[in-house]
């Protein structure tokens, strides 16, 4: 079974600029995350998916993040603009039922 | 408000030593889940160990051994027979409900460096 598949894995822009990182759950899982994982930090929620719905983004900061998970599969995240203190590791996670998988990250070096 | 605390920054030991990292998690809720993910250098999360609050059955998987205790509200993970290959950051993490799919809430993590 293949896993969650991310892109990009690494990723420097400077600040203002725009960039968006892709996810790709496993199959058949109907619930997708977006966490950030600042360093020396465990990861937080930023937004959560059911099938192609928004169930949680109250910790998504919505004046410069989005999110959108067409046809309940593939998703996106965007920042537009980054700032400095969105460098951090953007992760995608898919579960079915009980366990969370996660997918390797993209890292943001925002300068 | 769910809280998980793991208050080892950073532990090192030497290959073959058993070692235990400590995990503490506050909730209000009666039913959850408790988690252990390893994250090694390469970034990604790798599920370890799912266990349900009304479980306290201690788990063992090969050198990994988990101790779940709900008195004391702790979800401990012991490594035995260290390797070097044990290297990571090690998150304890909670789930406020059975259905699972709810978010995760994790501790800071604690960083092992096992020594050859």
């Known amino acids: 079974e293949a896993g969650v598949a991310q892109s990009p894995r690494y990723k420097i822009i400077e600040k203002r600029q725009s960039v968006a990182f892709w996810c790709n759950p496993i199959s058949g899982h109907a619930t997708l995350y977006w966490y950030q994982q600042i360093l020396g930090q465990g990861p937080k929620l930023l937004i959560q998916f059911q099938n192609n719905g928004v169930v949680d983004d109250s910790q998504l900061p919505k004046d410069r993040f989005s999110a959108e998970r067409l046809k309940g599969v593939d998703s996106t995240l965007k920042i537009q603009p980054a700032k400095l203190e969105d460098s951090a590791v953007y992760l995608c996670a898919s579960s079915s039922w009980e366990t969370q998988y996660f997918g390797p990250g993209t890292r943001l070096l925002v300068l | 408000a769910q809280k998980v605390t793991q208050a080892q920054t950073e532990i090192s030991v030497v290959e073959k030593e058993d070692v235990t990292l400590d995990c503490v998690y506050e909730t209000r809720d009666t039913t959850y889940y408790l988690f252990w993910y390893k994250q090694p250098p390469s970034g990604e999360l790798v599920f370890l160990i799912r266990r349900n609050s009304f479980d306290e059955q201690n788990e063992i998987s090969g050198r990994y051994s988990w101790n779940f205790q709900k008195s004391t509200s702790s979800f401990n993970f012991t490594i035995t027979a260290s390797q070097v290959v044990d290297s990571a950051v090690y998150f304890c993490?909670?789930?406020?409900?059975?259905?699972?799919?709810?978010?995760?809430?994790f501790g800071k993590g604690t960083r092992l460096s096992v020594i050859a």
């Open positions: 993490a909670l789930s406020e409900d059975q259905s699972g799919n709810t978010p995760l809430v």
